[in-house]
């Protein structure tokens, strides 16, 4: 995957070696270039692919919150789940979020999107599957980006402690099935999207219950509060 303008952050690198220099990863390089030289256009960009690992180094990671596709829609996407550009209308889904947020923590919705905040802080903020065709959404499903963030997150098990998975929606709880519970702290509801945030996502309260674990173990508190500018 070492493509033009592809950046990742050095503590990664090297844990996710042996990844790199896998078949199913020279076949997925070889993929998205394919698709690029069909005229399709790729989102997030080159540069961002790995952008929830970059901001998030391994041995700072605090919080893992798991996504599934990148958003399809043109200037969306830069590599964090849930998280949009500066500018970008915030998300359905982000909107629901931020609501939990407001009731769980009395602090007011951002005016934007944009996450990047969460993951200076050691939330890693990571989608299953890293990039997606404009307008299609899904359509990189099944390339091997799923076996290469299943990596991400067993590294994170196996090398990290006292770390909080938010899993939010059957997707993500299958993904993570495998985290060690004895040394990690999983909390489970369901999806925040609006067809399923009033089935247990809401009053779900997982922004105090992460940093209260968080505070019980000697780890420094999230601050989940936006800043207003971006």
Same mark, same amino acid.
């Given at each position: 995957?070492?493509?033009?303008?592809?950046?990742?952050?050095?503590?990664?690198? +090297?844990?996710?070696?042996?990844?790199?220099? /896998? &078949?199913?990863?020279? $076949?997925?390089?070889?993929?998205?270039?394919?698709?690029?030289?069909?005229?399709?256009?790729?989102?997030?960009?080159?540069?961002?692919?790995?952008?929830?690992? $970059?901001?998030?180094?391994? $041995?700072?990671?605090?919080?893992?919150?798991?996504?599934?596709?990148?958003?399809? !829609?043109?200037?969306?996407?830069?590599?964090?789940?849930?998280?949009?550009?500066?500018?970008?209308?915030?998300?359905?889904?982000?909107?629901?979020?931020?609501?939990?947020?407001?009731?769980?923590?009395?602090?007011?919705?951002?005016?934007?999107?944009?996450?990047?905040?969460?993951?200076?802080?050691?939330?890693?903020? +990571?989608?299953?599957?890293?990039?997606?065709?404009?307008?299609?959404?899904?359509?990189?499903?099944?390339?091997?980006?799923?076996?290469?963030?299943?990596?991400?997150?067993?590294?994170?098990?196996?090398?990290? $402690? !006292?770390?909080?998975?938010?899993?939010?929606?059957?997707? &993500?709880?299958?993904?993570?099935?495998?985290?060690?519970?004895?040394? %990690? +702290?999983?909390?489970?509801?369901? %999806?925040?999207?609006?067809?399923?945030?009033?089935?247990?996502?809401?009053? /779900?309260?997982?922004?105090?219950?992460?940093?209260?674990?968080?505070? /019980?173990? !000697?780890?420094?508190?999230?601050?989940?509060?936006?800043?207003?500018?971006?």
């Amino acid at each position: 995957m070492a493509d033009t303008g592809i950046r990742l952050e050095e503590t990664w690198k +090297l844990a996710l070696e042996e990844e790199f220099g /896998s &078949a199913y990863m020279a $076949d997925l390089k070889q993929f998205l270039v394919a698709e690029k030289q069909a005229g399709k256009r790729i989102f997030p960009k080159g540069s961002e692919y790995f952008r929830a690992l $970059d901001l998030t180094p391994l $041995d700072e990671v605090k919080v893992v919150i798991l996504g599934q596709d990148p958003y399809h !829609g043109a200037g969306q996407a830069h590599g964090l789940c849930f998280s949009v550009k500066p500018g970008v209308r915030t998300p359905p889904s982000l909107v629901n979020i931020y609501k939990e947020m407001q009731a769980d923590l009395d602090t007011p919705p951002a005016k934007h999107g944009f996450l990047e905040h969460w993951a200076e802080q050691g939330v890693l903020l +990571l989608n299953s599957v890293l990039t997606v065709e404009e307008g299609k959404a899904a359509a990189h499903q099944g390339q091997g980006w799923e076996k290469f963030t299943d990596a991400v997150i067993r590294t994170v098990n196996d090398e990290c $402690d !006292g770390v909080v998975f938010i899993l939010w929606g059957s997707y &993500a709880q299958k993904k993570a099935a495998f985290v060690d519970q004895e040394r %990690h +702290l999983v909390l489970k509801s369901a %999806h925040p999207s609006p067809l399923s945030a009033h089935n247990g996502f809401l009053g /779900s309260r997982p922004f105090s219950k992460t940093n209260e674990y968080l505070l /019980s173990i !000697g780890k420094d508190p999230v601050d989940w509060q936006l800043p207003d500018s971006v």
